[in-house]
Nanobody, 127 residues
Framework: QAQLEESGGGLVQAGDSLRLSCTASGRTLSGYGMGWFRQAPGKERNFVAG????????AYADSVKGRFTISRDNAKNTVYLQMNSLKAEDTAVYYC????????????????????WGQGTQVTVSS
């Protein structure tokens, strides 16, 4: 069973940084767009950032633009989410996901367009 696994979450203070990683076992991430979503308690899961299969195109939610950076290293079969200037409202479970389309023409922002998901990693930002 192909799996995605997130790591790098934790408890930090407002203003700190964290880098999340997403690795895959049993499948390659190369050729597929990747996304990060997050879900806070009692709220729906929302798009945070996405990167195209080539790495040449990225997309961000307005709430994280300028603070978060998504990147990928296909040689390591890993996608990253660098999170700077963290705020209390960034507290959530963060999920990585793989686009269902091979070499999709754009970065999807809707979770239904992603086929594979990780189990999530908790990020807690104290104010």
């Amino acid at each position: 069973q192909a799996q995605l696994e997130e790591s790098g979450g934790g408890l930090v203070q407002a203003g700190d940084s964290l880098r999340l990683s997403c690795t895959a076992s049993g499948r390659t991430l190369s050729g597929y767009g990747m996304g990060w979503f997050r879900q806070a308690p009692g709220k729906e899961r929302n798009f945070v950032a996405g990167i195209s299969w080539s790495g040449g195109d990225t997309a961000y939610a307005d709430s994280v633009k300028g603070r978060f950076t998504i990147s990928r290293d296909n040689a390591k079969n890993t996608v990253y989410l660098q999170m700077n200037s963290l705020k209390a409202e960034d507290t959530a479970v963060y999920y990585c996901a793989q686009d269902s389309r091979f070499r999709g023409p754009y970065v999807p922002r809707i979770d239904q367009q992603y086929a594979y998901w990780g189990q999530g990693t908790q990020v807690t930002v104290s104010s």
